[in-house]
């Protein structure tokens, strides 16, 4: 049970935060980044970026994290490292232009970022709004609950943040 490469045999059951594994999406014909954009088959894409290998974004429909978004290098690389300066860059600004649209659009107590890909080895950045009072705070959201946490409205949130991106940009 302990064996590290039975575990990568399993599919991943949590969608949170990644969706299905990258085996999965080679055994369901899709390319890697496509499986990591899709939570539980209900994100929404924000641009029509990421064909030609640049960065797109997915609103990750997670009705406990509404505004958290992942920023997604289109093209497999696993590593920051890996990509060249100028790809750096513009990928950071994307990911930072998402943090602004999300800090403009909700006021979160705090936003995170984060890059892992250690359940996913495809390149992508994690931007999460962050409040005092949501299921895991101050803890990550990969934590274990700490309590139910408040709902927060989201009527029309992907369209105020496609806005505000689109502002930042």
């Known amino acids: 049970q302990n064996n590290p490469q039975s575990a990568r045999a399993q599919p991943l059951r949590d969608a ?13 014909g899709g390319d890697v980044a496509h499986q990591v954009g899709r939570d539980r088959g209900r994100d929404q894409s924000t641009d029509e970026q990421g064909t030609d290998g640049r960065p797109r974004d ?4 997670d009705p406990d994290y509404p505004g958290f978004f992942r920023v997604i290098w289109n093209q497999h690389i696993k590593e920051m490292n890996d990509l060249t300066a100028t790809e750096r860059l513009h990928l ?13 659009s909700m006021a979160p107590d705090k936003i995170n970022l984060a890059s892992l890909g250690n359940v996913v ?12 009072d949501d299921r895991h705070f101050p803890n ?8 139910e946490g408040r709902p927060r409205p989201t009527a029309d949130l992907a369209k105020t943040l496609r806005e505000a991106l689109e502002n930042a940009l």
Not at 140 to 147: C, G, K, N, S, Y
């Open 140 to 147: 990550p959201i990969w934590a274990t609950a700490l309590r």
């Open 58 to 61: 997915v609103l990750v429909a």
């Open 16 to 28: 949170r935060p990644h969706g299905p594994g990258p085996r999965d999406a080679e055994q369901a």
């Open 121 to 132: 080895p495809h390149l992508h950045w994690h931007i999460v709004p962050r409040y005092h």
């Open 92 to 104: 950071m600004s994307r990911v930072f232009a998402v943090e602004r649209a999300v800090q403009q």
